[in-house]
Every structure is written in C-alpha cells, then in structure tokens.
C-alpha cells in the first residue's frame, strides 16, 4: 500500500505517517505506530474514538492493521497536510498571515464545529485531550479535520467530568486544571483551552510558552489587542476585526479556571457574531512581568506528554 514506506509524510506522537495508495487509486495517509505500551491503549483509543465519528471536520479512518504487536490504521489522505506547517514562521503579528485572515478565520470555525461535533453530537462524548496545529489536517480547500484520537477518553454524553490517571496532552496547550486538580475537574472545557492556546498561535505566528526573553504568551498577544485597531490602515476592516475576534475567541477560552471559559457552544457564537459584542476577556492569570513586544524568542517545539502522576 505504501510502496515499501517509500514517501513518508510526518511523525507524529505515535509514529511515523506514510502515503499510500489504495488499489482503486485513492490516496490514503498510513500511521505506523510506535511499539505499543501495555494493551496499546493509544491505538484502541484512536479505533474505538474515530469510529463513532461522522462529521465534515473529522478525519475519515478508512482502516486498521494489526498483526502481532504490529499495529497501522489508515485514514483519507490530507493533501496540506498540517495546520503548523503554515502559521509558525519567523515574523511578527503585523506581518500578513501565508493563508489570508479569512481562511484562518473558516479554519478556527471549523475546528469549533469539529469540537462541537465530539462534545455534543455523538452518543458518546469524546474529549480528544490533544488538540494542537499539529493534529488539525487541511484538504485540498484547507477545510480543517481534526485528527490523532490516541489520548482521546470516551465517556456518556450525560458526563463532562473524566478521572484521568496521567497528565494527557502537549506542554503548551494542556488545560491546567489537567495538571492540578486544584484548578477544576478535566472536562470537555480541557479541550477549549487548548483550541484557545492553538487560536492564539493561529493569530501570532509562533509557538506558546515561555522562554528565557520572553513574556508569557497569551500576555504578548493580550497586549497586542492595543495595537490592532492602529492597523487599521495597513488592512481592510474585515482582515482587522477577525484578527481583534480570534485573539478574543482565544483569551476567553483559556481562562485558568473552567467555570470562568466558553463552552464550545458559545465559541461558535462569538466566531460567528460581531466583534463590537465581545467582550474584553480578564488579563491571562499565568503572565510574567511585561516586556517589549520585540523580546518575544520562539520556544522549541514541544513534546507530546502521558506522564503518571
């Protein structure tokens, strides 16, 4: 199917992807996973998770493989690839985006309506638990799927509370509340947090974090709200109000606390609603001491993480 593995077309956190060629001619991207822990819980997860889904912003697993501890599952064929690809680079928030503000716009939406999708529309709730650029692929449209189910948790729709035994997810978009329960109880609003984090990069360009010269992130972009209606001049009104909507899509998301976020419900209000009935979301919680926009340093790329507590 894949010619020998002979075009390798990413890695992502649990193996190496491929393309591949169904007999009928049809492209497909084939995942190889990496030797499997214990009962190959990330590959159960991705087949029981995947397989429950219908929907227009989920990748289509179209099968799996398995023989021996040898496990592969294959999926529809993304030719963009990954959303990453695409909005980090080496430039500033004035800069133009490489998609265009309304294509990164429809592809922030869609990813809601994909979450909406998981949260609410099936029988059985999934909370994906790894929501990044990397896991968001793009079709020949730059229609955005939401894909990689291997730390996703399957509870009833009735649930939006899960017991998860480990830390899940990628350092820089994991929800607090998923590393200290002080913070709440993991729920679907984990998985907001991190659309918020994704959103925010979506708008600035770069990887979130901290580094050794720069300010917390979220802070940067926060401050940044400032400067967007100064634009003005440099874009249209349309490009400049859905930069001022995704940064604040994105602050109200990743509020420390759950009880203070959006419910995925209301992010497609805002996405869908005028820029003048937003509010202005409370300053991020998590910031350092301020510095000048020109210090931010991009951070390395971050780790997929299952840590026991």
Sequence with gaps: MTNSFKEKLGR????????????????????????????GEEFINEVASISRTSHVNIVTLLGFCKEGKKRALIYEFMPNGS??????????????????????YNIASGI?????????????RILHLDIKPQNILLDEEFCPKISDFGLSKLCTRKDSIVSILEVRGTIGYIAPEVFNKNFGAVSHKSDIYSYGMMVLEMVGGKKSGVGASSEYFPYWVYRHLELVDELQGLRSKVETDIEKKMILVGLWCIQTKPSDGSSIKKVIEMLEG?????????RPFLSSPPRPLHDFATTSSWDTVSLVD
């Design 12 to 39: 992502g956190g649990y193996g190496d992807v491929y393309k591949g060629n169904l007999p009928n001619g049809r492209f497909v991207a084939v995942k190889i996973l990496n030797a499997s822990k214990g009962n």
């Design 83 to 104: 959303l990453d690809k695409f909005i980090f680079k080496e430039s500033t928030l004035d800069d133009n985006q490489h998609l265009g503000w309304e294509r990164l």
């Design 112 to 124: 809601a309506q994909g979450l909406e999708y998981l949260h609410r529309g099936c029988n059985t």
């Design 274 to 282: 005028g820029v003048e009935a937003l509010p202005i979301p409370p």
